[in-house]
């Protein structure tokens, strides 16, 4: 968490300076732009001086060795415990459309499971914590990578993937923000289910299960 | 499968060459090529270090860096940086079409010299299509003429064993530094043309250094002197070039 703060506020340092987004291989101030924040009411002046790419970048790079370091310790600590078979991988029922569709509606209902559900990542939940881990997370780490002038040398396939290193950079900033999305439900659910519970489990274990009468009293 | 690419087999030759040169490429254990000049202070040094290391590991094979087609090349390249020094020696030149510019190449080298422009349009030259990145987020293609670096350090009888850095003084008071590693790339040359014309004012006139694997900051422009060095001390506040010396990150592959 502490990572993706100061990963996206550097990143959003960066961004200030130069908040235009091409596709392609080359692009710059008077190029033909996808994303011009001038566009949204911020001119590129007033941009420019609530940014700060000098910070940014030096942050950048020191979050980004401390998320791919902690990030590779996690997954290696998770397979080794088979977490991701056991917890995250939907089991066959529960993709179904009738159970997504149930998980559906108390989401959006803003229903907590109670019982031994709430012990379980729901299955929308589980979805989407692989999508992270395994989607937006390498694609955020790679992207960044075709946006380094070493990488022309050392993969240039990498950065034609993308259909070039401007194209990698609008990617890079379309999955900064769904990432920022997924914390933010993240964090509402986590309201939802109760944080003060949810908080203590994650450090001490202890982990109140609300039954449904429990709930109803 | 890939076609033998004919690059690749001149840069073998060139590195072959290059390990003459500089006798540094054959001790690869030399830490010079894996940390900066200067490692910063705490978690943000670790993290200069982890980032150099590890992408001079994947580019231990100087691999070159990709090249594109004249149809790519940018109509209106972007200046950026100084444009046209506020230097009294330089506006002379400059007036005077750079006849009188002369490149003294000394320091760690056999044979300290100085090279006219003409000088080094007649070492063997070389022409890139590549694309400039720049840590501000811009990035524009363009076509580079110019000398290998590696051909000028022969032109200067070649360095010595202790030579480490390369330093580049620019007029208008821009410096920067670079180690052996980037010196001896096939890819690094100080280019007189681009685009097929002499080099425009606002990107370097005369010369200027492309040295592809990094951002645009290190292609340092207006080039007016070379050094070759063990290390950076006495340089500016020693941390190896201007742009690290008001800490933006020395080695700049990203």
Redesign the interface.
């Known amino acids: 968490m502490l990572c993706f703060v100061y990963l996206l506020l550097s990143g959003l340092m960066i961004f200030l300076q130069f908040p235009e987004l091409y596709w392609g291989k080359v692009g710059f101030q008077g190029y033909d732009a996808v994303f011009k924040l001038s566009d949204w009411g911020l001119s590129w002046e007033e941009a420019d001086a609530l940014g700060n790419r000098r910070w940014g970048r030096n942050y950048h790079y020191l979050f980004a060795w401390v998320f791919v370091i902690n990030g590779l310790i996690y997954l290696g600590w998770n397979l080794w415990q088979k977490r991701f078979y056991s917890k995250m991988l939907p089991r066959r029922e529960e993709l179904s459309v009738k159970y997504l569709k149930a998980d559906m509606k108390n989401h959006l209902r803003f229903r907590a499971p109670t019982g031994t559900a709430a012990r379980q990542y729901g299955v929308l939940q589980k979805i989407s914590y692989l999508l992270v881990l395994f989607v937006l997370f390498p694609f955020m780490i790679v992207s960044g990578f075709a946006q380094m002038p070493a990488f022309t040398a050392i993969s240039p396939e990498l950065i034609d993937l993308f259909g070039g290193r401007q194209s990698a950079r609008t990617l890079h900033v379309i999955c900064t923000v769904l990432l920022l999305l997924f914390v933010v439900v993240h964090l509402i659910e986590v309201l939802v289910a109760g944080a003060v519970n949810q908080v203590r489990s994650m450090i001490t274990g202890r982990y109140v299960v609300l039954t449904e009468s429990a709930e109803g009293d | 499968m890939k076609k033998p690419n004919p690059e690749t087999l001149s840069r073998r030759k060139f590195i072959t060459r290059a390990g003459a040169v500089g006798g540094l490429l054959l001790t690869g254990c030399d830490t010079v090529l894996y940390k900066p000049p200067v490692v910063r202070d705490g ?2 040094g ?3 270090v ?2 150099m290391a590890s ?1 001079r590991l ?2 231990s094979g100087q ?4 090249e ?1 087609d004249a149809s ?1 090349i ?1 109509k ?1 390249f ?1 200046i950026w940086n100084q444009s046209n020094p506020e230097d009294e020696e330089y506006q002379r030149l400059r007036r005077g079409n750079y006849a009188d510019w002369q490149l003294p190449v000394t320091g760690m080298v056999n044979r300290p010299t100085s090279l006219s422009l003409e000088d080094l349009k007649r070492l063997p030259r070389r022409t890139q299509i ?2 400039h ?1 720049c ?7 363009a076509q580079w003429t110019g000398a290998p670096l590696l051909n000028v350090l022969e032109a200067a009888g070649g360095v010595t064993p202790e030579a480490r850095y390369v330093l580049i003084d620019a007029y208008g008071g821009w410096y920067e530094g670079y180690d052996m590693f980037d010196a001896v790339h096939p890819q690094t040359i100080l280019a007189y043309g681009m685009n097929g014309k002499e080099l425009p004012l606002g990107h370097g006139a005369p010369v200027r250094l492309r040295v ?4 645009g900051y290190k292609q340092i422009k207006f080039v007016k002197s070379i050094r070759v060095v063990s290390n950076m001390d006495g340089f500016g506040r020693g941390t190896g070039g201007l742009n690290s010396d ?4 020395w080695y ?3």
């Open positions: 978690l943000m670790v993290a200069d982890l980032t992408q994947l580019l691999q070159l860096v990709q594109h790519e940018t209106n972007p590549t694309n990145i840590e501000q987020g811009w990035s524009a293609i592809e694997r990094h951002c008001f800490d933006f990150h700049a592959g990203a």
